[in-house]
């Protein structure tokens, strides 16, 4: 009794502690273990405010690992999924023993859409929750930006949707599980010339002012006139945040092209949907990655329907853990796990064996932070995981080694209440 009231009033402490750390800061999503009061402190000094998930398999002082995404903005449409992944991995991995016996623990930051939350949120995972590494951010853009925080802390990262040429050559701490543009996108050209072999002309729009679409288009660019031999007939250009495309769906039924390529985010790439085909577009089109969430669908209805995309993950994928995965989160959200879903379950699964695999080797509770960080970073570059993406290794620079990739095309409802991607390969 006595010591249950003690244990309370040390965590009143360190929540009091942890909100005046805050200070005018964003607050936390999810309740911290750790508190910024103890700024030396190893993870395994770290104070739990609550015990474990109750029935879980794991017990004693979670790990903490940071998941900075989108949860507002836009870029929410991505960082939504995100999230509900992460958390299923959180709950399956802590019901399975979570860090040989110790679970983990997720410490959400909010990014927003834009380069300063993502450095915001980066930081006060690094110095105030003390994680052990972060999951995140969710836009490449947001990447370039808030990165070299991490790399420079000596804090690992794997991102889990940065897509764009360069993500890991960022610095050391810093690896990816999401493929590059340059294997995934091709693979949805392929599929449309497969399905439609008369596919001569070919327009190609995307948003400059972000560093994912602007990769991506090169990648389609290349596609289109080095690989297949297509006709380019122009290239047009808007903004992630533009919400009128009359100046680029007239170009495109000025030009009259077979297919078309848009390389952006959701929001905005599903009104550009929605704008060529309510002015008349009746050709192809390809999406890329940020064509690749359901949260598309409520955007263009019923215009999305026929958008090919080339994804990196599939929700029919056969192996164990992808069944494990997809049924956990269809218990959860009541529909398929997306691409982003998928990811994010990967990207903290790899922590979790990581960590794992460290521990074997030296127990990571006697280890200091910065110098658990820094193997914990050497550890997940040298691993080798089963995830619902497959078998997954790193190369030396961190970038991921995936074998298999899907395309999918729209299905949507004849009046665009709903909708879901069909595998096509
Ligand atoms: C990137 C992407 C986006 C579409 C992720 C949501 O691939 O920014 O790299």
Same mark, same amino acid.
């Given at each position: 009794m006595r010591s249950t009231v003690t244990r309370m009033r040390v965590a009143l402490v360190v929540l009091a502690l942890l909100l005046a750390a805050c200070g005018q800061g964003q607050a936390p999503s999810t309740a911290a273990p750790t508190a910024a009061s103890q700024p030396t402190a190893a993870p395994a000094a770290a104070q739990p405010t609550a015990a474990a998930p109750s029935g879980a398999a794991a017990s004693g002082e979670p790990i903490p690992i940071g998941i900075a995404v989108a949860q507002t903005s836009n870029v929410a449409l991505f960082g939504q999924e995100q999230v509900a992944g992460a958390q299923v991995a959180e709950q399956y991995f802590n019901q399975k023993g979570g860090v040989n016996g110790r679970p983990i623990k997720l410490i959400l930051q909010d990014t927003g859409g834009d380069e300063a939350g993502a450095i915001n949120a980066f930081n006060t995972l690094i110095n105030n929750y003390k994680v052990v590494g972060i999951v995140g951010p969710t836009l490449s853009q947001q990447a370039f930006a808030a990165d070299p925080i991490a790399d420079k802390a000596g804090v690992p990262v794997i991102a889990p949707s940065n897509t764009a040429k360069g993500i890991p050559q960022i610095g050391d701490y810093i690896a990816r599980i999401s493929a590059p543009v340059s294997a995934v996108a091709p693979n949805a050209v392929k599929a449309a010339l497969n399905i439609n072999p008369n596919i001569k002309k070919v327009v190609v729009l995307f948003a400059q002012n972000d560093a994912f679409s602007?990769?991506?288009?090169?990648?389609?660019?290349?596609?289109?006139?080095?690989?297949?031999?297509l006709d380019l007939l122009g290239v047009q250009t808007f903004q992630t945040t533009d919400t009128d495309f009359t100046t680029q769906a007239t170009f495109v039924l000025g030009a009259n092209p077979d297919m078309v390529i848009i390389s952006g985010l959701a929001a905005d790439s599903g009104n550009l949907v929605k704008q060529l085909r309510d002015l008349g577009y009746k050709g192809v089109i390809v999406g890329g990655n940020g064509l690749n969430t359901p949260n598309?669908?409520?955007?263009?209805?019923s215009a999305c329907d026929g958008i090919l995309v080339a994804q990196a993950y599939s929700y029919q994928s056969e192996s164990?853990?992808? *069944?494990?995965?997809? =049924?956990?989160?269809?218990? *959860?959200?009541?529909? =398929?796990?997306?691409q982003f879903s998928g990811q994010a379950f990967t990207a903290v699964q790899v922590f979790v064996e990581a960590l794992a695999a460290l521990d074997k080797q030296s127990p990571i509770a006697s280890a200091d932070l910065a110098q658990l960080r820094t193997a914990l970073n050497k550890q997940i570059l040298a691993g080798t995981y089963d995830t619902p993406l497959g078998a997954i290794s790193f190369t030396p620079e961190g970038d991921i080694n995936q074998k298999q990739f899907y395309v999918a095309q729209v299905k949507m409802s004849p009046d665009g209440t709903s909708g879901a991607f069909e595998f096509i390969k």
């Open positions: 602007k990769s991506e288009t090169v990648v389609f660019q290349q596609t289109v006139t080095n690989t297949f031999k598309l669908f409520p955007v263009c209805k164990d853990v992808n *069944k494990a995965f997809r =049924e956990a989160f269809k218990a *959860k959200q009541n529909k =398929e796990p997306g």
